[in-house]
């Protein structure tokens, strides 16, 4: 599988390992920077990583930053981005059978080194369960629709 890497100063002390370890299993990986732990902004790595899963260059994409929220946030606003902040293993086996989820966003700060390795693990090892879960995960991709005018809301307004 080809996975491509990013994340900020705050995820860069884990991202090289992570690099490793991915490797050690046999994936390709494309780490898209950053080059040093200078501070950076994550928005730019997030979305390195998520144009090069949106189009198909890599299979999935590993984001890092303190927290993994902000990096995912920024992922998922590019089309055809599934991306989620995943901190513990359990999440990241649902998000892929349940969502589909093609990029996480990995908290640096606070969650180890051990346990990160162990979420990006399942998170390439569970295949999306499909069934039920297809017709929602079509909903949550016509969001990137721009004719899509959403679903319509009548709260006596």
Same mark, same amino acid.
């Given at each position: 599988?080809?996975?491509?890497? %990013?994340?900020?100063?705050?995820?860069?002390?884990?991202?090289?390992?992570?690099?490793?370890?991915?490797?050690?299993?046999?994936?390709? +990986?494309?780490?898209? #920077?950053?080059?040093?732990?200078?501070?950076?902004?994550? @928005?730019?790595?997030?979305?390195?990583?998520?144009?090069?899963?949106?189009? &198909?260059?890599?299979?999935? %994409? +590993?984001?890092?930053?303190?927290?993994?929220?902000?990096?995912?946030?920024?992922?998922?606003?590019? @089309? #055809?981005?599934?991306?989620?902040?995943?901190?513990?293993?359990?999440?990241?086996?649902?998000?892929?059978?349940?969502?589909?989820?093609?990029?996480?966003?990995?908290?640096?700060?606070?969650?180890?080194?051990?346990?990160?390795?162990?979420?990006?693990?399942?998170?390439?090892?569970?295949?999306?369960?499909?069934?039920?879960?297809? &017709?929602?995960?079509?909903?949550?991709?016509?969001?990137?629709?721009?004719?899509?005018?959403?679903?319509?809301?009548?709260? #006596?307004?």
């Amino acid at each position: 599988m080809r996975i491509a890497i %990013g994340s900020d100063h705050a995820g860069f002390l884990q991202k090289a390992p992570i690099i490793e370890h991915l490797r050690s299993l046999g994936h390709e +990986v494309v780490d898209c #920077g950053p080059a040093t732990d200078a501070r950076c902004d994550y @928005p730019d790595f997030a979305d390195k990583v998520a144009r090069l899963v949106a189009s &198909g260059k890599a299979d999935r %994409g +590993v984001l890092i930053c303190g927290t993994g929220l902000g990096i995912a946030m920024t992922a998922d606003k590019v @089309p #055809g981005v599934r991306a989620v902040p995943i901190q513990s293993v359990e999440f990241a086996r649902l998000c892929r059978e349940h969502n589909n989820a093609n990029v996480i966003g990995l908290s640096g700060r606070f969650v180890s080194l051990m346990d990160n390795e162990a979420i990006v693990d399942t998170f390439l090892t569970t295949e999306f369960a499909g069934g039920r879960h297809t &017709g929602r995960v079509e909903k949550i991709m016509r969001e990137d629709d721009p004719d899509f005018a959403g679903v319509p809301a009548d709260f #006596g307004m």
